[in-house]
Protein backbone atom coordinates (compact mmCIF):
# COMPACT_ATOMS: atom_id res chain seq x y z
CA UNK A 1 0.00 0.00 0.00
CA UNK A 2 2.33 2.82 1.30
CA UNK A 3 4.91 1.45 -1.69
CA UNK A 4 1.80 1.69 -3.71
CA UNK A 5 0.97 5.27 -2.88
CA UNK A 6 5.00 6.31 -3.21
CA UNK A 7 5.57 5.71 -6.99
CA UNK A 8 2.19 7.78 -7.86
CA UNK A 9 3.54 10.40 -5.85
CA UNK A 10 6.61 10.03 -7.71
CA UNK A 11 4.82 9.50 -11.08
CA UNK A 12 2.82 12.60 -10.44
CA UNK A 13 5.50 14.70 -9.17
CA UNK A 14 7.76 13.97 -12.70
CA UNK A 15 4.41 14.05 -14.69
CA UNK A 16 3.92 17.94 -13.62
CA UNK A 17 7.77 18.58 -14.16
CA UNK A 18 6.89 17.22 -18.18
CA UNK A 19 3.94 19.45 -18.03
CA UNK A 20 5.71 22.47 -17.35
CA UNK A 21 6.76 22.79 -21.07
CA UNK A 22 3.30 24.62 -21.44
CA UNK A 23 1.63 22.64 -24.50
CA UNK A 24 -1.17 25.41 -24.28
CA UNK A 25 1.02 28.12 -24.15
CA UNK A 26 4.40 29.60 -24.79
CA UNK A 27 7.11 27.18 -24.58
CA UNK A 28 9.11 26.87 -21.25
CA UNK A 29 12.38 24.71 -21.67
CA UNK A 30 13.99 23.53 -24.82
CA UNK A 31 12.63 20.70 -26.72
CA UNK A 32 15.37 18.05 -25.57
CA UNK A 33 14.43 18.95 -21.88
CA UNK A 34 10.72 18.65 -22.43
CA UNK A 35 11.36 15.02 -24.04
CA UNK A 36 13.40 14.04 -20.88
CA UNK A 37 10.53 15.29 -18.81
CA UNK A 38 8.02 13.26 -20.43
CA UNK A 39 10.03 10.01 -20.76
CA UNK A 40 10.78 10.44 -16.80
CA UNK A 41 7.04 10.88 -16.39
CA UNK A 42 6.71 7.38 -17.95
CA UNK A 43 6.22 4.76 -14.96
CA UNK A 44 8.14 1.52 -15.76
CA UNK A 45 5.57 -1.14 -14.92
CA UNK A 46 7.40 -3.88 -15.09
CA UNK A 47 8.88 -2.90 -11.87
CA UNK A 48 5.57 -2.68 -9.92
CA UNK A 49 2.68 -4.76 -9.19
CA UNK A 50 -0.08 -5.02 -11.56
CA UNK A 51 -2.29 -3.39 -8.96
CA UNK A 52 -0.06 -0.11 -8.64
CA UNK A 53 0.79 0.43 -12.09
CA UNK A 54 -3.17 0.19 -13.29
CA UNK A 55 -4.27 2.60 -10.77
CA UNK A 56 -1.33 4.76 -11.19
CA UNK A 57 -2.38 4.99 -15.30
CA UNK A 58 -5.27 5.22 -14.03
CA UNK A 59 -4.72 8.69 -12.32
CA UNK A 60 -2.19 9.79 -15.05
CA UNK A 61 -4.90 9.48 -17.38
CA UNK A 62 -7.46 11.39 -15.63
CA UNK A 63 -4.81 14.08 -14.93
CA UNK A 64 -5.05 15.88 -18.87
CA UNK A 65 -2.33 18.14 -19.87
CA UNK A 66 -4.39 20.97 -20.18
CA UNK A 67 -5.35 20.72 -16.15
CA UNK A 68 -4.04 23.81 -14.45
CA UNK A 69 -0.98 23.30 -12.89
CA UNK A 70 -2.05 24.56 -10.02
CA UNK A 71 -4.52 21.51 -9.18
CA UNK A 72 -2.11 19.07 -9.63
CA UNK A 73 0.01 20.71 -6.72
CA UNK A 74 -3.08 20.54 -4.62
CA UNK A 75 -3.50 16.83 -5.40
CA UNK A 76 -0.03 15.84 -5.16
CA UNK A 77 0.07 18.09 -1.73
CA UNK A 78 -2.84 16.40 -0.14
CA UNK A 79 -1.37 12.59 -0.99
CA UNK A 80 1.92 13.52 0.45
CA UNK A 81 0.36 14.60 3.56
CA UNK A 82 -1.77 12.02 4.15
CA UNK A 83 1.24 9.45 3.57
CA UNK A 84 3.20 11.31 5.63
CA UNK A 85 0.46 10.85 8.61
CA UNK A 86 0.83 7.49 8.45
CA UNK A 87 2.10 5.91 11.39
CA UNK A 88 4.04 2.89 9.95
CA UNK A 89 5.38 5.25 7.18
CA UNK A 90 8.85 4.13 6.72
CA UNK A 91 11.88 6.98 7.29
CA UNK A 92 12.89 5.85 3.44
CA UNK A 93 9.57 6.67 2.25
CA UNK A 94 9.67 10.25 4.36
CA UNK A 95 12.17 10.87 2.47
CA UNK A 96 10.73 10.45 -0.90
CA UNK A 97 7.75 12.43 0.07
CA UNK A 98 9.73 15.37 0.72
CA UNK A 99 11.41 14.99 -2.85
CA UNK A 100 7.80 15.22 -4.22
CA UNK A 101 7.31 18.52 -2.08
CA UNK A 102 10.69 20.22 -3.23
CA UNK A 103 9.61 19.61 -6.75
CA UNK A 104 6.24 20.46 -6.63
CA UNK A 105 7.19 23.88 -4.79
CA UNK A 106 10.69 24.11 -7.14
CA UNK A 107 8.28 24.32 -10.25
CA UNK A 108 5.58 25.26 -9.80
CA UNK A 109 5.86 28.57 -7.27
CA UNK A 110 7.15 31.05 -9.65
CA UNK A 111 5.92 32.28 -12.71
CA UNK A 112 6.64 31.31 -16.46
CA UNK A 113 10.28 32.52 -17.06
CA UNK A 114 8.63 34.21 -20.56
CA UNK A 115 5.96 36.42 -18.65
CA UNK A 116 8.10 37.71 -15.77
CA UNK A 117 10.79 38.46 -18.93
CA UNK A 118 7.88 40.69 -20.40
CA UNK A 119 6.63 42.37 -17.17
CA UNK A 120 10.62 43.67 -16.73
CA UNK A 121 10.51 44.59 -20.23
CA UNK A 122 7.38 46.48 -19.25
CA UNK A 123 8.82 48.22 -16.53
CA UNK A 124 11.88 48.90 -17.82
CA UNK A 125 9.88 50.86 -20.77
CA UNK A 126 8.13 53.26 -18.30
CA UNK A 127 9.18 56.06 -16.11
CA UNK A 128 10.01 55.54 -12.35
CA UNK A 129 10.72 59.04 -11.40
CA UNK A 130 6.80 60.03 -10.94
CA UNK A 131 5.38 56.75 -9.69
CA UNK A 132 5.85 54.09 -6.96
CA UNK A 133 3.57 51.71 -7.91
CA UNK A 134 6.39 49.54 -9.85
CA UNK A 135 9.23 50.13 -6.71
CA UNK A 136 8.78 46.35 -6.21
CA UNK A 137 8.75 45.34 -9.80
CA UNK A 138 12.13 43.70 -9.40
CA UNK A 139 13.57 39.72 -9.47
CA UNK A 140 16.12 40.54 -6.47
CA UNK A 141 16.22 37.98 -3.74
CA UNK A 142 13.84 36.17 -5.63
CA UNK A 143 10.81 38.26 -5.59
CA UNK A 144 8.07 36.72 -6.66
CA UNK A 145 6.08 38.37 -9.77
CA UNK A 146 2.94 37.73 -8.91
CA UNK A 147 3.03 39.70 -5.97
CA UNK A 148 3.70 42.94 -7.51
CA UNK A 149 2.12 45.61 -7.43
CA UNK A 150 -1.13 45.64 -10.42
CA UNK A 151 -0.11 41.63 -11.16
CA UNK A 152 -2.73 39.09 -11.03
CA UNK A 153 -1.21 35.23 -11.92
CA UNK A 154 -2.95 31.79 -12.11
CA UNK A 155 -0.71 28.91 -12.18
CA UNK A 156 2.27 30.44 -14.17
CA UNK A 157 0.84 32.79 -16.04
CA UNK A 158 0.13 36.95 -15.97
CA UNK A 159 -3.82 37.05 -16.27
CA UNK A 160 -4.48 40.69 -14.94
CA UNK A 161 -2.33 43.99 -15.50
CA UNK A 162 -4.21 46.42 -13.38
CA UNK A 163 -2.10 49.92 -13.27
CA UNK A 164 -4.90 52.22 -13.39
CA UNK A 165 -4.25 55.67 -12.41
CA UNK A 166 -0.38 54.94 -11.50
CA UNK A 167 1.35 57.93 -12.82
CA UNK A 168 2.80 56.09 -15.54
CA UNK A 169 5.05 57.31 -18.32
CA UNK A 170 6.36 55.77 -21.05
CA UNK A 171 5.42 53.58 -23.99
CA UNK A 172 3.93 49.79 -24.42
CA UNK A 173 6.28 47.43 -25.31
CA UNK A 174 5.65 45.53 -28.27
CA UNK A 175 6.89 42.44 -26.49
CA UNK A 176 3.33 42.68 -24.13
CA UNK A 177 1.89 40.89 -26.71
CA UNK A 178 3.70 37.75 -25.21
CA UNK A 179 1.54 37.90 -22.42
CA UNK A 180 -0.83 34.97 -24.12
CA UNK A 181 -2.98 34.27 -20.86
CA UNK A 182 -3.71 37.96 -20.46
CA UNK A 183 -7.28 39.14 -19.77
CA UNK A 184 -7.37 42.26 -18.67
CA UNK A 185 -4.87 45.04 -19.27
CA UNK A 186 -5.96 48.08 -17.57
CA UNK A 187 -3.40 51.36 -18.29
CA UNK A 188 -5.84 53.42 -18.00
CA UNK A 189 -5.71 57.76 -16.29
CA UNK A 190 -1.51 57.63 -16.53
CA UNK A 191 0.60 59.80 -19.18
CA UNK A 192 1.39 56.63 -21.17
CA UNK A 193 2.50 58.19 -24.77
CA UNK A 194 3.14 56.27 -28.23
CA UNK A 195 1.17 54.02 -30.52
CA UNK A 196 -0.20 50.81 -29.45
CA UNK A 197 1.63 48.21 -30.29
CA UNK A 198 -0.13 45.82 -33.05
CA UNK A 199 1.15 42.57 -31.36
CA UNK A 200 -1.31 42.92 -28.83
CA UNK A 201 -3.63 41.41 -30.84
CA UNK A 202 -1.47 38.00 -29.67
CA UNK A 203 -3.03 38.51 -26.34
CA UNK A 204 -6.20 36.36 -27.62
CA UNK A 205 -7.96 36.11 -23.98
CA UNK A 206 -7.98 39.62 -23.60
CA UNK A 207 -11.70 40.26 -22.33
CA UNK A 208 -11.05 44.50 -21.08
CA UNK A 209 -8.64 46.65 -22.86
CA UNK A 210 -8.56 49.61 -21.13
CA UNK A 211 -6.39 52.19 -22.24
CA UNK A 212 -8.06 55.62 -21.47
CA UNK A 213 -6.92 58.69 -20.65
CA UNK A 214 -3.44 58.38 -21.71
CA UNK A 215 -1.04 60.14 -24.47
CA UNK A 216 -1.45 57.22 -26.85
CA UNK A 217 -1.18 58.32 -30.91
CA UNK A 218 -1.17 56.44 -34.23
CA UNK A 219 -4.10 54.68 -35.37
CA UNK A 220 -5.88 52.14 -33.76
CA UNK A 221 -4.50 48.56 -34.56
CA UNK A 222 -6.06 46.48 -36.88
CA UNK A 223 -4.94 43.38 -35.03
CA UNK A 224 -7.27 44.43 -32.39
CA UNK A 225 -9.81 42.11 -33.96
CA UNK A 226 -7.99 39.25 -33.05
CA UNK A 227 -9.38 39.67 -30.09
CA UNK A 228 -12.56 37.81 -29.71
CA UNK A 229 -13.19 37.35 -26.56
CA UNK A 230 -13.10 41.73 -25.83
CA UNK A 231 -15.84 42.21 -24.48
CA UNK A 232 -14.67 46.27 -23.15
CA UNK A 233 -12.53 48.51 -25.73
CA UNK A 234 -11.98 51.48 -24.13
CA UNK A 235 -9.29 53.81 -26.16
CA UNK A 236 -11.22 57.49 -25.49
CA UNK A 237 -9.05 60.45 -24.07
CA UNK A 238 -6.09 60.43 -26.09
CA UNK A 239 -4.86 61.92 -29.80
CA UNK A 240 -5.31 58.35 -31.86
CA UNK A 241 -5.67 59.65 -35.24
CA UNK A 242 -6.77 57.53 -38.29
CA UNK A 243 -9.95 55.81 -39.22
CA UNK A 244 -11.57 52.95 -37.02
CA UNK A 245 -10.38 50.14 -38.20
CA UNK A 246 -13.46 47.74 -39.68
CA UNK A 247 -11.89 45.09 -38.05
CA UNK A 248 -13.52 45.80 -34.68
CA UNK A 249 -17.09 44.91 -36.62
CA UNK A 250 -15.60 41.22 -35.55
CA UNK A 251 -15.72 41.07 -32.36
CA UNK A 252 -18.87 39.26 -31.79
CA UNK A 253 -18.51 39.56 -27.43
CA UNK A 254 -17.96 43.09 -27.61
CA UNK A 255 -20.21 44.91 -25.25
CA UNK A 256 -18.85 48.30 -25.08
CA UNK A 257 -16.64 50.87 -27.33
CA UNK A 258 -15.45 54.09 -26.07
CA UNK A 259 -13.04 56.04 -28.87
CA UNK A 260 -14.38 59.28 -27.89
CA UNK A 261 -12.19 62.26 -27.69
CA UNK A 262 -9.53 61.37 -29.98
CA UNK A 263 -8.44 62.73 -33.70
CA UNK A 264 -10.32 59.75 -35.33
CA UNK A 265 -10.85 60.63 -39.06
CA UNK A 266 -12.96 58.70 -41.87
CA UNK A 267 -15.86 56.78 -41.74
CA UNK A 268 -17.87 55.02 -39.16
CA UNK A 269 -17.93 51.47 -40.18
CA UNK A 270 -21.31 49.90 -41.01
CA UNK A 271 -19.25 47.23 -39.66
CA UNK A 272 -19.98 47.97 -36.09
CA UNK A 273 -23.36 47.11 -37.14
CA UNK A 274 -22.07 43.45 -36.83
CA UNK A 275 -21.13 43.98 -32.98
CA UNK A 276 -24.99 42.93 -31.74
CA UNK A 277 -23.50 41.94 -28.32
CA UNK A 278 -23.37 45.78 -27.77
CA UNK A 279 -25.22 46.52 -24.74
CA UNK A 280 -23.53 49.57 -22.50
CA UNK A 281 -22.56 52.21 -24.89
CA UNK A 282 -21.16 53.23 -28.28
CA UNK A 283 -19.22 56.52 -28.07
CA UNK A 284 -17.40 57.76 -30.96
CA UNK A 285 -17.94 61.89 -29.84
CA UNK A 286 -15.28 64.14 -30.06
CA UNK A 287 -13.23 63.10 -33.20
CA UNK A 288 -13.57 64.33 -37.03
CA UNK A 289 -15.39 61.51 -38.26
CA UNK A 290 -17.01 62.09 -41.52
CA UNK A 291 -19.51 60.72 -43.90
CA UNK A 292 -22.84 59.44 -42.99
CA UNK A 293 -24.32 57.69 -39.96
CA UNK A 294 -24.60 54.14 -40.90
CA UNK A 295 -28.19 52.77 -41.08
CA UNK A 296 -26.58 49.15 -40.03
CA UNK A 297 -26.10 50.90 -36.22
CA UNK A 298 -29.93 50.12 -36.40
CA UNK A 299 -29.31 46.48 -35.38
CA UNK A 300 -27.53 47.34 -32.34
CA UNK A 301 -30.96 46.35 -30.65
CA UNK A 302 -29.27 45.59 -27.04
CA UNK A 303 -27.73 49.21 -26.87
CA UNK A 304 -27.97 51.77 -24.16
CA UNK A 305 -26.25 54.70 -24.98
CA UNK A 306 -24.86 56.22 -28.73
CA UNK A 307 -22.64 59.07 -28.50
CA UNK A 308 -21.95 60.21 -32.12
CA UNK A 309 -21.74 64.08 -31.36
CA UNK A 310 -18.85 66.22 -31.73
CA UNK A 311 -18.28 65.54 -35.92
CA UNK A 312 -18.26 66.24 -39.07
CA UNK A 313 -21.02 63.57 -39.88
CA UNK A 314 -23.78 64.68 -42.72
CA UNK A 315 -26.53 63.56 -43.94
CA UNK A 316 -29.66 62.01 -42.34
CA UNK A 317 -30.63 61.13 -39.48
CA UNK A 318 -31.32 57.14 -40.57
CA UNK A 319 -35.03 56.06 -38.88
CA UNK A 320 -33.13 52.51 -38.47
CA UNK A 321 -31.53 54.14 -35.50
CA UNK A 322 -35.33 53.92 -33.56
CA UNK A 323 -34.74 49.90 -34.00
CA UNK A 324 -32.51 50.09 -31.23
CA UNK A 325 -35.40 49.97 -28.61
CA UNK A 326 -33.01 49.37 -25.78
CA UNK A 327 -31.50 53.01 -26.50
CA UNK A 328 -31.66 54.92 -23.25
CA UNK A 329 -29.55 58.11 -24.62
CA UNK A 330 -28.76 59.31 -27.95
CA UNK A 331 -26.04 62.23 -28.28
CA UNK A 332 -26.04 63.45 -32.16
CA UNK A 333 -25.41 66.94 -31.12
CA UNK A 334 -22.78 69.54 -33.50
CA UNK A 335 -22.81 67.65 -36.58
CA UNK A 336 -23.72 69.37 -39.81
CA UNK A 337 -26.52 66.75 -40.04
CA UNK A 338 -29.36 67.55 -42.53
CA UNK A 339 -33.35 66.84 -43.13
CA UNK A 340 -35.77 66.56 -40.58
CA UNK A 341 -35.75 64.89 -37.40
CA UNK A 342 -37.38 60.96 -37.62
CA UNK A 343 -40.85 60.32 -36.15
CA UNK A 344 -40.00 57.01 -35.56
CA UNK A 345 -38.12 58.24 -32.51
CA UNK A 346 -42.04 58.81 -30.87
CA UNK A 347 -41.55 54.68 -30.91
CA UNK A 348 -38.61 54.70 -28.13
CA UNK A 349 -40.74 54.30 -25.10
CA UNK A 350 -37.31 53.97 -23.24
CA UNK A 351 -35.33 56.72 -24.01
CA UNK A 352 -34.31 59.01 -21.28
CA UNK A 353 -32.13 61.72 -23.18
CA UNK A 354 -32.04 63.05 -26.82
CA UNK A 355 -29.90 65.51 -28.18
CA UNK A 356 -30.03 66.32 -31.59
CA UNK A 357 -28.62 70.36 -31.55
CA UNK A 358 -26.14 71.92 -33.31
CA UNK A 359 -27.21 70.57 -36.83
CA UNK A 360 -29.01 71.55 -39.55
CA UNK A 361 -31.85 69.97 -39.16
CA UNK A 362 -35.16 71.54 -40.89
CA UNK A 363 -39.01 70.85 -40.61
CA UNK A 364 -41.32 70.53 -37.58
CA UNK A 365 -40.53 69.22 -34.28
CA UNK A 366 -42.54 66.46 -34.51
CA UNK A 367 -45.74 65.97 -32.27
CA UNK A 368 -44.45 61.67 -32.01
CA UNK A 369 -41.99 62.97 -29.59
CA UNK A 370 -44.58 63.66 -26.64
CA UNK A 371 -44.74 60.05 -26.69
CA UNK A 372 -41.29 59.16 -25.39
CA UNK A 373 -42.86 58.82 -21.64
CA UNK A 374 -39.24 58.24 -20.17
CA UNK A 375 -37.79 61.37 -21.88
CA UNK A 376 -35.53 63.25 -19.32
CA UNK A 377 -34.43 65.68 -21.50
CA UNK A 378 -35.05 67.11 -24.93
CA UNK A 379 -32.21 69.23 -26.70
CA UNK A 380 -32.60 69.99 -30.51
CA UNK A 381 -31.48 74.13 -29.80
CA UNK A 382 -29.54 75.47 -32.68
CA UNK A 383 -31.02 74.08 -36.04
CA UNK A 384 -33.62 75.19 -38.52
CA UNK A 385 -36.80 74.31 -37.34
CA UNK A 386 -40.08 75.46 -37.77
CA UNK A 387 -43.06 75.39 -37.12
CA UNK A 388 -45.11 75.22 -33.66
CA UNK A 389 -43.61 73.64 -30.05
CA UNK A 390 -46.17 70.77 -29.83
CA UNK A 391 -48.04 70.70 -26.89
CA UNK A 392 -47.59 66.67 -26.81
CA UNK A 393 -44.25 67.49 -25.19
CA UNK A 394 -46.38 68.17 -22.14
CA UNK A 395 -47.23 63.95 -21.82
CA UNK A 396 -43.03 63.75 -20.85
CA UNK A 397 -44.27 64.29 -17.49
CA UNK A 398 -40.71 63.18 -15.67
CA UNK A 399 -38.63 65.74 -18.04
CA UNK A 400 -36.85 67.77 -16.64
CA UNK A 401 -34.47 69.65 -19.63
CA UNK A 402 -36.28 71.29 -22.36
CA UNK A 403 -33.86 73.32 -24.77
CA UNK A 404 -35.96 74.63 -28.28
CA UNK A 405 -33.22 77.76 -28.59
CA UNK A 406 -32.03 79.20 -31.72
CA UNK A 407 -34.47 77.62 -33.94
CA UNK A 408 -37.41 79.36 -35.98
CA UNK A 409 -40.23 78.36 -34.01
CA UNK A 410 -43.09 80.49 -34.03
CA UNK A 411 -46.19 80.97 -32.13
CA UNK A 412 -46.89 80.51 -28.51
CA UNK A 413 -45.66 79.42 -25.58
CA UNK A 414 -48.11 75.89 -25.10
CA UNK A 415 -49.74 76.21 -22.01
CA UNK A 416 -49.49 72.94 -21.78
CA UNK A 417 -45.92 73.04 -20.63
CA UNK A 418 -47.11 74.64 -17.35
CA UNK A 419 -47.88 71.88 -16.26
CA UNK A 420 -44.42 69.83 -15.92
CA UNK A 421 -43.67 70.24 -12.23
CA UNK A 422 -39.83 68.11 -12.78
CA UNK A 423 -39.04 70.76 -15.14
CA UNK A 424 -35.85 71.95 -14.15
CA UNK A 425 -34.57 74.12 -17.24
CA UNK A 426 -36.55 75.67 -20.15
CA UNK A 427 -35.07 77.51 -23.28
CA UNK A 428 -37.34 78.42 -26.13
CA UNK A 429 -35.16 81.92 -26.27
CA UNK A 430 -33.91 83.18 -29.54
CA UNK A 431 -36.99 81.73 -31.59
CA UNK A 432 -40.63 83.74 -33.40
CA UNK A 433 -42.67 83.48 -30.34
CA UNK A 434 -45.47 85.62 -29.94
CA UNK A 435 -48.16 86.39 -27.23
CA UNK A 436 -48.38 86.41 -23.43
CA UNK A 437 -45.85 84.87 -20.62
CA UNK A 438 -48.71 82.20 -19.15
CA UNK A 439 -49.38 82.82 -16.21
CA UNK A 440 -49.67 79.05 -15.18
CA UNK A 441 -45.84 79.15 -15.53
CA UNK A 442 -46.11 79.07 -11.24
CA UNK A 443 -47.29 76.03 -11.39
CA UNK A 444 -43.24 74.78 -12.86
CA UNK A 445 -42.19 74.38 -8.86
CA UNK A 446 -38.84 73.12 -10.05
CA UNK A 447 -37.81 75.68 -12.54
CA UNK A 448 -34.36 76.46 -11.80
CA UNK A 449 -33.60 78.72 -15.13
CA UNK A 450 -36.12 80.24 -17.54
CA UNK A 451 -34.57 81.52 -20.95
CA UNK A 452 -37.68 83.54 -22.76
CA UNK A 453 -35.41 86.16 -24.96
CA UNK A 454 -34.86 87.27 -28.03
CA UNK A 455 -38.33 86.61 -29.06
CA UNK A 456 -41.55 88.57 -29.74
CA UNK A 457 -43.75 87.92 -26.69
CA UNK A 458 -45.86 90.81 -25.53
CA UNK A 459 -47.72 91.48 -22.33
CA UNK A 460 -46.88 92.21 -18.52
CA UNK A 461 -44.19 90.27 -16.58
CA UNK A 462 -46.76 88.11 -14.86
CA UNK A 463 -46.57 88.80 -11.13
CA UNK A 464 -46.87 84.73 -10.81
CA UNK A 465 -42.72 84.35 -11.20
CA UNK A 466 -42.71 85.78 -7.92
CA UNK A 467 -44.21 82.38 -6.91
CA UNK A 468 -41.06 80.25 -8.60
CA UNK A 469 -38.82 80.06 -5.36
CA UNK A 470 -35.91 78.24 -6.96
CA UNK A 471 -35.16 80.28 -10.15
CA UNK A 472 -31.76 81.18 -10.40
CA UNK A 473 -32.05 82.54 -13.85
CA UNK A 474 -34.68 84.23 -15.46
CA UNK A 475 -34.07 86.10 -18.72
CA UNK A 476 -36.73 87.57 -20.47
CA UNK A 477 -34.36 90.51 -22.84
CA UNK A 478 -34.89 91.12 -26.38
CA UNK A 479 -38.83 90.91 -26.27
CA UNK A 480 -41.72 93.38 -26.44
CA UNK A 481 -42.83 93.02 -23.15
CA UNK A 482 -44.88 96.29 -21.10
CA UNK A 483 -46.17 97.11 -17.86
CA UNK A 484 -44.47 97.55 -14.62
CA UNK A 485 -41.73 95.28 -12.86
CA UNK A 486 -44.03 92.93 -10.26
CA UNK A 487 -42.73 93.62 -6.83
CA UNK A 488 -43.51 89.67 -6.33
CA UNK A 489 -39.90 89.23 -8.14
CA UNK A 490 -38.58 90.31 -4.62
CA UNK A 491 -39.76 87.22 -3.84
CA UNK A 492 -37.21 84.95 -5.73
CA UNK A 493 -34.49 85.01 -3.28
CA UNK A 494 -32.42 82.05 -4.88
CA UNK A 495 -32.24 84.62 -8.24
CA UNK A 496 -28.48 84.99 -9.66
CA UNK A 497 -28.90 86.07 -13.16
CA UNK A 498 -31.92 88.72 -14.22
CA UNK A 499 -32.23 90.04 -17.59
CA UNK A 500 -35.25 92.22 -18.78
CA UNK A 501 -33.17 94.67 -21.41
CA UNK A 502 -34.45 96.03 -24.32
CA UNK A 503 -38.29 95.43 -23.79
CA UNK A 504 -40.63 98.10 -23.39
CA UNK A 505 -40.57 98.24 -19.17
CA UNK A 506 -42.88 101.52 -18.42
CA UNK A 507 -42.66 103.25 -14.42
CA UNK A 508 -40.60 103.24 -11.70
CA UNK A 509 -39.10 100.46 -10.36
CA UNK A 510 -40.73 99.21 -7.22
CA UNK A 511 -38.49 99.93 -3.36
CA UNK A 512 -39.10 96.67 -2.62
CA UNK A 513 -37.31 95.35 -5.64
CA UNK A 514 -34.58 98.33 -5.79
CA UNK A 515 -33.92 96.71 -2.20
CA UNK A 516 -33.53 93.41 -3.19
CA UNK A 517 -31.10 94.60 -6.04
CA UNK A 518 -28.71 95.89 -4.01
CA UNK A 519 -28.43 93.86 -1.34
CA UNK A 520 -28.23 90.70 -3.46
CA UNK A 521 -25.48 92.23 -5.92
CA UNK A 522 -23.61 93.51 -2.98
CA UNK A 523 -24.21 90.16 -1.04
CA UNK A 524 -23.96 87.23 -4.32
CA UNK A 525 -22.40 89.48 -7.15
CA UNK A 526 -25.82 88.75 -8.62
CA UNK A 527 -26.01 89.83 -12.58
CA UNK A 528 -28.63 92.20 -12.92
CA UNK A 529 -29.45 94.11 -16.87
CA UNK A 530 -32.55 96.16 -17.22
CA UNK A 531 -31.56 98.71 -20.16
CA UNK A 532 -33.52 99.66 -23.26
CA UNK A 533 -36.48 99.76 -21.13
CA UNK A 534 -38.06 103.74 -20.40
CA UNK A 535 -37.71 104.29 -16.97
CA UNK A 536 -36.61 102.16 -14.22
CA UNK A 537 -35.07 102.60 -10.68
CA UNK A 538 -34.99 106.40 -10.86
CA UNK A 539 -32.04 107.03 -13.37
CA UNK A 540 -29.89 103.84 -12.48
CA UNK A 541 -31.46 101.75 -15.67
CA UNK A 542 -28.83 99.23 -15.37
CA UNK A 543 -27.62 97.41 -12.59
CA UNK A 544 -24.49 94.99 -13.42
Known amino acids: MT ?218 PIEIGQMQNLTTLWLSNNNLSGPIPVEIGLLQNLQELQLGNNSLTGRIPASLGNCTSLVQSLTLNRNFLSGGIPPELGKLTRLWYMDLSQNNLKGNIPPSLTNCTSLLGVWLGNNPLTGSIPIEFGISKQLHYLDLSGNKLTGNIPVELGMMSQLLSINVGTNHLTGRIPSSLANCTLINYIQLDNNQLIGHIPIELTTLKSLISLDLSRNRLIGNIPSSLRNCTSLTSLFLNNNELTGDIPSTIGMMYRLLVLDLSQNNITGNIPTSLANCTSLKNIQLANNQLLGMMPIKFQKFLIQTFVTCQKICRFGGNQSLMNGHERVT
Open 3 to 220: AMLLFMLLAMAELSLAQSCDRNGPALMNEDTCRQAEKAAVPNHKQQSTEGASQTKDLVASTTLGHPAAALIDQTREMADFASSESSFHTKDRAMVSRVRHLTSSNFSHLSPNDEQVLLAFRDSMRQSQSAAMANWTNANQNDPCTWVGVTCQGQRVVELQLSGMNLEGEITPLIGNLTFLSTLNLSLNSIYGRIPPQLGQCRNISILDLRTNSLSGFI
